[in-house]
T-cell receptor
Framework: GQQLNQSPQSMFIQEGEDVSMNCTSS?????WLWYKQDPGEGPVLLIA?????ELTSNGRLTAQFGITRKDSFLNISASIPSDVGIYFC?????????????FGKGTSLLVTP | DTGVSQDPRHKITKRGQNVTFRCDPI?????LYWYRQTLGQGPEFLTY????????KSRLLSDRFSAERPKGSFSTLEIQRTEQGDSAMYLC?????????FGPGTRLTVL
């Protein structure tokens, strides 16, 4: 599958700070998805983006689908300790097998009280 | 329906043994996917079904891996003659569109 580059690899922040992470690809995607994964659990869907330029919010989370369709970012505002986890971006392209997801390697977020 | 479920959550086996994992998707979802996730990596696509038809299996890691979805509802993933390198989290997801919802995964440890 296509390689997604996700950055930063890890972040260590204080409670209340805002967080920004992004994902880039050399290939075009038709859908971008952002997931959060806790240790020993499956990824949980946070936000789904379906159109280039789309900006979508889910509570304190905001994500955008890049105009070039090759990138996306996720922002978390006013972080809290339960935001700790690994955040994955995933892209879907028309060439994929039945909309199989291509994942980045994740951004590990640590939040100190 | 509370979401995708997987069984067992954990499996420890000895090298050379066969293992089978089960996935129950969200009931109205016609697509079902299997992924493998190793430490420090994102999930890696293995195979997918639309209803009972397995429409992509070229990404299965070897011929020791096979999957079925006989009635278009639950699915099983079998690994024959397990190797230590098969140790990983095996994730199932289901969807009716581009958006996939994941189960909690089965953690396989091969000794």
């Amino acid at each position: 599958g296509q390689q997604l580059n996700q950055s930063p690899q890890s972040m260590f922040i204080q409670e209340g700070e805002d967080v920004s992470m992004n994902c880039t690809s050399s290939s075009i995607f038709n859908t971008w998805l952002w997931y959060k994964q806790d240790p020993g659990e499956g990824p949980v869907l946070l936000i789904a983006l379906y159109k280039a330029g789309e900006l979508t919010s889910n509570g304190r989370l905001t994500a955008q689908f890049g105009i070039t369709r090759k990138d996306s970012f996720l922002n978390i505002s006013a972080s809290i300790p339960s935001d700790v986890g690994i955040y994955f971006c995933a892209g879907v392209s028309n060439s994929n097998s039945g909309y199989a997801l291509n994942f980045g390697k994740g951004t590990s977020l640590l939040v100190t009280p | 329906d509370t979401g995708v479920s997987q069984d067992p959550r954990h499996k420890i086996t000895k090298r050379g043994q066969n293992v089978t994992f089960r996935c129950d998707p969200i009931s109205e979802h016609n697509r079902l996917y299997w992924y493998r996730q190793t430490l420090g990596q994102g999930p890696e696509f293995l195979t997918y079904f639309q209803n009972e038809a397995q429409l992509e299996k070229s990404r299965l890691l070897s011929d020791r891996f096979s999957a079925e979805r006989p009635k278009g509802s639950f699915s099983t993933l079998e690994i024959q003659r397990t190797e230590q390198g098969d140790s990983a989290m095996y994730l199932c997801a289901s969807s009716s569109s581009d958006t996939q919802y994941f189960g909690p995964g089965t953690r396989l440890t091969v000794l």
